[in-house]
């Protein structure tokens, strides 16, 4: 019969111990039968004492394995409802009522925050939404029957809310430890854009409209920014942003004034065929490897002063404004052509 516990063979271990030390030590005439009973019995403790220890540490491993399989457990039964409520949360982002949208929206935030590693998936939902078709009521020429300004109306509410979540979430610029994160907003729709101060790996705002003041101040993007295509009606603040990687404008059109004073490019930096209708300013601006400006058109005044003349510039066809003061870094100049038209150039060393 096999014993399930080792209590016995301990005990009888420590009874031999105690007959045989105490008989042991009883040979000896020097020692008393007290002395012999004394140290056979600490000898048989001992015994009794190094298996108290065994069962105490086989006990403490015992908890630490449950405790390890119920923490499992509860992180394996958190995240299953985590993966429901998003699935939930992003079912009613589709919903006809604008309050639900609000409130799968709400849900979603708070999901990255209890769930770090949920942000960028969230990130990623949220920039799905704002890239969705939509008839911006405040547009130019919007020819939506008052049903239709009544529907967009509320959903641009919900847009905006989007949007502020948008910036919640993203870390600040100052905070080194927090992980970057990507925004895809290609060809989306956006309302006062506003993300001042704060940080992403990889900004996408290819063809996308954006209205009223749009502010990367202090942007830090440390991989690529685009913005080919896209159409600003508003103003374009972008003082003090830093992109580490290329920083493409190709294409943009900027209705409002442009503001890059102070701007940091580690990066190429294109804007062929920009458009800058109102006033533009680069003062400040520094750019590491090159700046492309060909066929852009400054339709106003223009402050090209930069902290540091890029050493590779691409000036092919560069308009300005003859009738407005346009300052620039020495060696550039602006020349003048028999159309009418004003071009900068750069003077011959």
Same mark, same amino acid.
């Given at each position: ?11 009888? /271990?420590?009874?031999?111990?105690? +007959? ?6 009883? &040979? ?10 004394? &140290?056979?019995?600490?000898? +048989?403790?001992?015994?009794?004492? /190094? ?6 540490? =086989? =006990? ?70 704002? =890239? ?43 905070? &080194? ?118 066929? +852009? ?28 003061? &346009? ?23």
């Amino acid at each position: 019969m096999r014993l399930r516990s080792p209590l016995v063979p301990v005990i009888a /271990l420590a009874a031999v111990l105690l +007959a045989a030390v105490t008989l042991w030590l009883l &040979t000896d005439p020097s020692t008393s039968r007290a002395d012999a009973l004394k &140290t056979g019995g600490l000898a +048989a403790g001992s015994v009794v004492a /190094l298996y108290a220890l065994w069962l105490n540490d =086989r =006990r403490r491993r015992v908890e630490e394995s449950r405790h390890a399989l119920d923490t499992k457990r509860y992180d394996r039964d958190k995240e299953r409802v985590s993966d429901e409520r998003f699935a939930k949360a992003v079912e009613l982002l589709g919903s006809d009522a604008d309050q639900v949208r609000v409130g799968a929206l709400h849900v979603l935030v708070g999901l990255a925050r209890a769930r770090p590693d949920y942000t960028q998936t969230v990130l990623d939902v949220l920039c799905s939404y704002l =890239r969705m078709p939509f008839d911006h009521p405040e547009l130019p020429g919007y020819e939506g029957t008052a049903e239709d300004l009544f529907g967009a109306e509320r959903e641009l509410q919900v847009r905006r809310s989007v949007e502020r979540q948008l910036r919640l979430l993203l870390p600040k610029a100052a905070d &080194t430890e927090a992980p970057n994160y990507d925004l895809h907003l290609t060809g989306a729709t956006l309302d006062r854009l506003n993300l001042d101060d704060r940080k992403v790996e990889w900004l996408g705002l290819n063809r996308a409209r954006l209205l009223y003041d749009v502010k990367l101040n202090r942007l830090v993007v440390h991989g690529h920014l685009g913005f080919t295509g896209a159409r600003v009606l508003g103003n374009l603040l972008l003082s003090g942003v830093e992109v580490h990687g290329n920083a493409e404008f190709r294409r943009i059109e900027v209705t409002g004034t442009t503001n890059w004073r102070g701007a940091l490019f580690h990066g190429r930096v294109t804007a062929e065929h920009a458009v800058f209708h109102d006033s533009a300013s680069l003062e400040g601006a520094r750019f590491t490897k090159s700046l492309d400006l060909r066929w +852009a058109r400054f339709e106003s005044s223009a402050d090209l002063r930069f902290a540091a003349t890029p050493e590779l510039v691409s000036l092919e066809d560069t308009r300005v404004d003859p009738a407005v003061e &346009t300052h620039l870094p020495k060696p550039w100049q602006v020349a003048h052509s028999a159309d009418g038209q004003a071009r900068i150039a750069v003077l011959a060393e």
